[in-house]
């Protein structure tokens, strides 16, 4: 079992910076792949990053490439989401994901077995 927990979400206003952290507990330190997703009103839930937790490999959505970073504390068993000059349209409820490994394409949706909360981000124009 792996439990997830995110935070840093919040009001920013566009061109803006935050950070998401997720702290992961339980199994999710052994090799299992992260992901950042976001679902805002009334769209489906996409995948914006992911991470193999032991490779290190990274996976960006194109809608964030050169803006968004995904990275790794394994000490702390945590992962970030650095969201620089962030638009309007970046507006979303984030969830941290966690699935074991060998599950193939690292950002598809249905192949997370764990989630948060979620955490709200909201960008003003």
């Known amino acids: 079992q792996v439990q997830l927990v995110e935070s840093g979400g919040g009001l920013v206003q566009a061109g803006g910076s935050l950070r998401l952290s997720c702290v992961a507990s339980?199994?999710?330190?052994?090799?299992?792949?992260m992901g950042w997703f976001r679902q805002a009103p009334g769209k489906e839930r996409e995948c914006v990053a992911a991470m193999s937790w032991t490779r290190g490999n990274t996976y960006y959505a194109d809608s964030v490439k050169g803006r968004f970073t995904m990275s790794r504390d394994n000490a702390k068993n945590t992962v970030y989401l650095q969201m620089n000059s962030l638009k309007p349209e970046d507006t979303a409820v984030y969830y941290c994901?966690?699935?074991?490994?060998?599950?193939?394409?690292?950002?598809?949706?249905?192949?997370?077995?764990?989630w948060g909360q979620g955490t709200q981000v909201t960008v003003s124009s």
């Open positions: 994901a966690a699935r074991p490994p060998g599950r193939g394409a690292p950002m598809t949706v249905g192949s997370y077995d764990y």
């Open positions: 339980g199994r999710a330190s052994s090799g299992y792949a």
